[in-house]
């Protein structure tokens, strides 16, 4: 009983040390509470003191994550491992100015720092430097890119534009899903997971092997039942859905040279509800997309290391299929990348390459008009990137560092552009840096915004009261595109970033921004009434709704990061988002709502408790507080994420996982889609049980 006052007192006095460290003490708490990495406990929790870790995303090489001059977040191995979630959308809930929030069973909003929504286009996703957007609305699909969480290493997430190195789309933030290698020590690593709720059941099994001398290869597959979810109107269902994953990976390692060879698989099946519009009452109802989607990708990366630098190739293709009842998309890309990296004297160190990309894609509803209501001409469209980029970066002094960056895309379904960027850093003592940039970035065209297209969203019943024709016939309101060129968004960013790491128990991470953008999406106006007639033969009016990219925007925001560890077998994160929005239309309205950019919280705080209560026993918490969607009245809400581990022995361990606990309602919405809305569904609380068998380990 006295040693566990001991550790109670120990605890309670190391959060007063906190407060008055954040407030003005950090230097003296440094020197008088310092620990060495010899007193950590025996788990690796001082990789989740995240200064030290090794990054790649932010200048495209490797460099210490308390050296970047870049909002910079890393989920690591260990992050993973012990939160109670099982996709990577909810691994990024964990992340300062991440914006994260279900839509439906299948259906995630993922963005950075504002300008979010299911359907937000300003955030570059990669997986191995592989860019996974779609280019129909150039986001991402999250339930096809439903990785196990084993087989990532790490998750590598900038904040702010990344465009100077990494191109259109990287507007608001970058997120580098980076995935494990194979292993030399051969072993198998099973996992099964069983619940009730969105966790039905996941089956996942890894085996690494060696081939011959210097290389090694693995196999994985991974499958998963997710559960319904339940939906405010009780007109609408929520329906089950499962995915399938195969991955493969080849490594061969000799001298300077490194080769990566990567293939894999994946299936989804799923049933998701769309809006469909009628010419009747009730004018809209639910249109129940039974949707197979399948696709594969290849990637080759290829590593060779020189006295003066390093050369790096990489050779991707992938391609999807969509085939539902609603409708048909598929695509294909290839992407080819050169690149250099290394020191030009002893001050200097440039990063250059050059970049291609191809993209078919092919989008059709059936003829019949029983798919969802979207027209989009031509059917089938190619597009080609070719870009070219530097970024040198000089050490001004043993304390001050400048990074320049640019980048030149030429896209062929727009406008060439040009995204500079100027980053500083310096360090004011050993424990502390400030570093600031200015960027600019743009979005990366997308079919819907460069074709020509229309979404009918909306059906008005007859007004007796108008005058004839329409006082009889319904009307029907399309979002078209006018001259399907749409202009892409622009940004102009200001960052100022400051980083604190006195010792290996505590650290804090802060930033300023303003970003400022040009060509946002709005209403332009509305077109002349056109009489038309149904597939049944029913006559309405149809009436377009013109949007263009007049809009301007500002978003100031704060991002806080402080990570703590007040005794040996406690880790606390803190983490916080204070975001402000300030926009305007020129020769544009938004009186019908059409802006998308409201879709995100203003404010978000997450705190994360990690306690070792015993050397077999794990308690992990996570709570997070959630602000509300004004835009879509969604109400703020706060929940709780709670996992017990228990570890069996070396190679065997179970754990009891439940999520969304602890809020007032018990359900709650935490965001609705943008266009084909056919209603929103609540987040309750559900638990699953998760069982580890690691053969590799001792």
């Not at 290849?298 to 085939?323: A, E, F, K, M, V």
Request: aromatic letters at 10%; a negative charge.
């Amino acid at each position: 009983m006295a040693m566990w006052q001991q550790v109670r007192l120990r605890c309670q006095l190391s959060l007063i040390v906190l407060f008055f460290t954040v407030v003005s003490l950090p230097e003296l708490w440094a020197q008088e509470q310092s620990m060495s990495a010899d007193d950590l406990i025996d788990l690796p929790l001082e990789a989740l003191m995240q200064m030290d870790t090794t990054v790649v995303s932010a200048s495209k090489r490797d460099e210490t994550l308390k050296n970047s001059p870049a909002a910079i977040y890393v989920i690591g191995k260990e992050d993973l491992r012990r939160a109670a979630i099982s996709n990577i959308p909810d691994a990024l809930r964990m992340v300062p100015g991440m914006q994260v929030a279900k839509v439906s069973s299948n259906e995630w909003a993922v963005s950075a720092r504002g300008l979010g929504g299911r359907y937000a286009r300003y955030l570059l996703v990669l997986i191995d430097g592989r860019s996974i957007y779609t280019s129909l609305f150039s986001g991402v699909n999250w339930d096809e890119q439903n990785i196990s969480l084993e087989d990532i290493e790490r998750i590598e997430v900038v904040r702010g534009p990344g465009g100077s190195l990494w191109g259109a789309n990287a507007v608001n933030g970058i997120v580098n899903i980076i995935t494990r290698k194979p292993e030399a020590l051969a072993g198998i690593q099973l996992r099964a997971t069983v619940g009730d709720g969105e966790e039905k059941s996941s089956v996942y099994g890894r085996v690494d092997f060696a081939t011959q001398a210097n290389s090694e290869a693995f196999v994985s597959l991974y499958t998963q039942k997710n559960g319904a979810l339940v939906a405010v109107n009780p007109n609408l269902k929520g329906h089950d859905w499962q995915s399938s994953r195969l991955n493969s990976g080849w490594q061969f390692q000799q001298a300077q040279n490194t080769l990566n060879i990567s293939a894999g698989f994946f299936e989804v099946q799923s049933t998701t509800p769309w809006a469909k519009q009628l010419l009747e009452p009730p004018w809209a109802k639910p249109l129940y997309s039974h949707e197979d989607k399948k696709g594969f990708y290849g990637s080759l990366r290829w590593q060779h290391q020189t006295r003066y630098g390093q050369w790096y190739l990489l050779i991707n293709s992938d391609d999807t299929q969509r085939d539902t009842t609603a409708y048909h998309w598929s695509t294909r890309n290839y992407d080819a990348e050169w690149q250099w990296t290394g020191g030009l004297g002893q001050r200097q160190m440039l990063t250059a390459g050059l970049y291609s990309r191809y993209t078919e894609s092919d989008f059709s509803v059936p003829a019949d008009g029983s798919g969802i209501d979207i027209l989009l001409r031509p059917e089938k469209q190619s597009s080609k990137t070719h870009s070219i980029y530097f970024q040198d970066t000089l050490t001004l002094s043993p304390t001050v560092s400048a990074s320049l960056g640019l980048r030149l895309d030429d896209h062929s379904l727009s406008h060439s552009s040009v995204q500079p960027s100027l980053r500083i850093m310096w360090q004011t003592h050993k424990s502390q840096r400030f570093w600031g940039a200015m960027s600019k970035a743009n979005s990366t065209p997308s079919r819907i915004l460069n074709s020509q297209s229309a979404l009918s969203f909306a059906t008005l019943p007859p007004d007796a009261s108008a005058q004839p024709p329409a006082s009889f016939l319904p009307v029907r309101l399309s979002l078209s595109n006018r001259d399907s060129n749409e202009v892409d968004v622009k940004l102009l960013s200001f960052e100022l970033g400051y980083r604190y790491s006195a010792s290996e128990v505590f650290s804090l991470d802060a930033v300023f921004f303003e970003h400022r953008y040009e060509n946002i999406l709005g209403v332009e106006g509305t077109g002349d009434p056109e009489f038309r007639m149904s597939y049944s033969g029913q006559g309405y009016l149809h009436i377009p709704i013109y949007a263009n990219a007049q809009g301007v925007r500002e978003n100031q925001g704060f991002e806080l990061a402080l990570a703590y560890q007040p005794c040996d077998q406690w880790f606390l994160q803190y983490s916080a988002t204070i975001l402000d929005v300030e926009q305007g239309f020129e020769q544009s309205d938004d009186s019908l709502g059409f802006n998308l950019a409201e879709t995100v919280p203003q404010q978000q705080h997450i705190l994360r408790s990690l306690w070792r209560v015993n050397k077999q026993l794990d308690l992990d918490t996570i709570v997070r507080y959630v602000g509300a969607l004004e835009k879509t009245n969604v109400p703020s809400y706060a929940s709780a994420d709670i996992k017990l581990a228990y570890t069996i022995n070396t190679q065997l361990s179970i754990s009891l996982n439940a999520r969304n606990l602890f809020n007032s309602d018990k359900q709650y919405i935490e965001s609705e889609r943008e266009i084909f809305n056919a209603g929103a569904f609540t987040v309750e609380p559900y638990a699953y049980l998760k069982i580890e068998w690691d053969l590799t380990r001792d």
